[in-house]
Nanobody, 115 residues
Framework: QVQLVESGGGLVQPGGSLRLSCAAS????????MGWYRQAPGKQRELVAS???????IYVDSVKGRFTISRDNAKNTVYLQMSSLKPEDTAVYYC?????????WGQGTQVTVSS
């Protein structure tokens, strides 16, 4: 089973940028669709962006043009570059690895957008 460790969260002012990283260990990284999800207080967890092993990406409408998901298969790492951050982006961000037979989650990293 794959283990996922996120990093890069923190406090940032509106309009600022952050880059989240998620390092995977175990399994065969390239076969996983990697995703970033987020959960704000009192809300359901939602998909922010995902990327297949071949590089096909999907974004939720609210982050299109502001966030970019990418992966480095040689480093077993997926990234989420977040720009033009808004207060409504405040949430715990979770990394996810999915394959046909399983899904695995990281522990989450807090992103707070506030002045």
């Amino acid at each position: 089973q794959v283990q996922l460790v996120e990093s890069g969260g923190g406090l940032v002012q509106p309009g600022g940028s952050l880059r989240l990283s998620c390092a995977a260990s175990g399994g065969i990284f390239i076969i996983y669709t990697m995703g970033w999800y987020r959960q704000a207080p009192g809300k359901q967890r939602e998909l922010v962006a995902s990327i297949t092993g071949g590089g096909t990406t999907i974004y939720v409408d609210s982050v299109k043009g502001r966030f970019t998901i990418s992966r480095d298969n040689a480093k077993n790492t997926v990234y989420l570059q977040m720009s033009s951050l808004k207060p409504e982006d405040t949430a715990v961000y979770y990394c996810n690895a999915a394959a046909t037979s399983f899904t695995s989650w990281g522990q989450g990293t807090q992103v707070t957008v506030s002045s």
